[in-house]
């Protein structure tokens, strides 16, 4: 039995890690992890019949003409429609998940249907 889990938790390991490119990097590993478990209930579509997100979706194109500064803010302070998370996020965890959204590329436009 524990040569049964060893090599789940050892087949699991190499799973996650061959599936997630973005995690080559800490940081941007970390902030992976922190989007999805912090921001993704809002950011993030989560079921297929889900019309859209509650949230814009974000992307690497919300860094445009240099933002990255006021992306942190945003993250930190809130908006009036997005709570802060300064209270909650470190500065690095903070820039963690900025450098994370630099990687994520824009969603596809569907293509219209044809009627």
């Given at each position: 039995m ?36 912090h ?26 003409n ?12 809130g ?5 802060g ?10 820039a ?9 590329e ?9 009627r």
């Amino acid at each position: 039995m524990k040569r049964f889990a060893v090599l789940f938790c050892a087949f699991l390991f190499c799973a996650l890690s061959a599936s997630a490119p973005a995690l080559a990097q800490p940081a941007v590993g970390e902030g992976q992890r922190l989007f999805i478990q912090h921001c993704g209930l809002c950011h993030l579509k989560l079921q297929i019949n889900m019309a859209a997100p509650f949230a814009p979706v974000l992307s690497k194109a919300i860094f445009e003409n240099g933002r990255d500064a006021q992306i942190r803010t945003f993250i930190a302070e809130g908006t009036p429609n997005m709570p802060g998370f300064k209270y909650l996020f470190t500065e690095a965890q903070t820039a963690a998940i900025a450098d994370y959204l630099k990687t994520v590329e824009a969603p596809a436009k569907p293509a219209p249907a044809n009627r």
